[in-house]
C-alpha cells in the first residue's frame, strides 16, 4: 500500500518566437510490487522516488527548416529499482539499490534539406552511478560505480526520402544510424 504525490515546476522564457530557454524540476514516482517468491528473492520491493532538473532550450531556425533542442539535466534517486540475478536460482528479480544519480546533457537536431528529405540526429552524453553500495545479495556495485545498463554516449542519425510513387501514393526510404557506448 503506497501512495505519493509528484509535482512539476516548468518557468519557461522565450527569446522571439523560434527560441526558448526553459528550467524544470519535477518529481517522479515508480511504484513497487511483487516478485516471484522463491528465496532467496525478496517478496517484494518498494517503490522508487526521483527530483529531476533540467535547463533547456529549444528553438528552429530557417523558416522551421531547422529544429533543435538541447538540455543538461541531474536526477537524483530514492530507493532504486534495479534487477538482480539470484546466484542460488539465476531468476531475475527487482530489489532497492538506494541512492543513485543521473547527470549530463541530451540534444537533438533535425533537417529538412529539401521537401523530400530530412536529415536528424540526437545525442547522450551521462554519467549514471550508484551513490550506496548495493544490497549484499548482489555481491556487486559500489557506491560511484556506473549503474547498470547506462550508457556514457548514445546517438542516433537519420536520414529519410519521400517521394511520389503514383498518383495518390508516396513512398519514404530511410537510414537510420544508432550507436550505444558500452554498458554495464
Known amino acids: 500500500d503506497e501512495s505519493t ?3 512539476q515546476v516548468t518557468p519557461r522564457f522565450h527569446f522571439n518566437d523560434d527560441t526558448m530557454a526553459y528550467l524544470r524540476v519535477a518529481t517522479g514516482y515508480r511504484p513497487g510490487g511483487p516478485n516471484t517468491p522463491i528465496p532467496p528473492t525478496p517478496p517484494t ?5 526521483t527530483t529531476n ?3 533547456g532550450l529549444k528553438g528552429s531556425a530557417m523558416d522551421n527548416r531547422v529544429v533543435y533542442d538541447v538540455a543538461p539535466y541531474w536526477i537524483d534517486w530514492d530507493d532504486i529499482q534495479l534487477y538482480f540475478v539470484s546466484p542460488t536460482t539465476g531468476l531475475s528479480f527487482l530489489d532497492n539499490g538506494g541512492r543513485a544519480r543521473s547527470k549530463g546533457v541530451e540534444g537533438s537536431a533535425t533537417l529538412r534539406a529539401t521537401p523530400g528529405l530530412t536529415l536528424g540526429g540526437n545525442f547522450a552524453i551521462g554519467e549514471a552511478t550508484l551513490r550506496d ?7 556487486v556495485g559500489l557506491a560511484g560505480d556506473r549503474l547498470p545498463g547506462s550508457p556514457e554516449f ?3 542519425l537519420t536520414a ?4 511520389d510513387l503514383a498518383e495518390g501514393y508516396e513512398a519514404t ?3 537510420t544510424l544508432v550507436h550505444i557506448g558500452d554498458r554495464k
Open 133 to 139: 553500495d548495493l544490497p549484499a545479495l548482489n555481491g
Open 160 to 163: 529519410d526520402y519521400a517521394f
Open 173 to 175: 526510404v530511410g537510414a
Open 53 to 55: 532538473y533540467e535547463l
Open 5 to 7: 504525490v509528484t509535482w
Open 45 to 49: 520491493f518498494k517503490s522508487d522516488e
Open 154 to 156: 548514445s546517438g542516433t
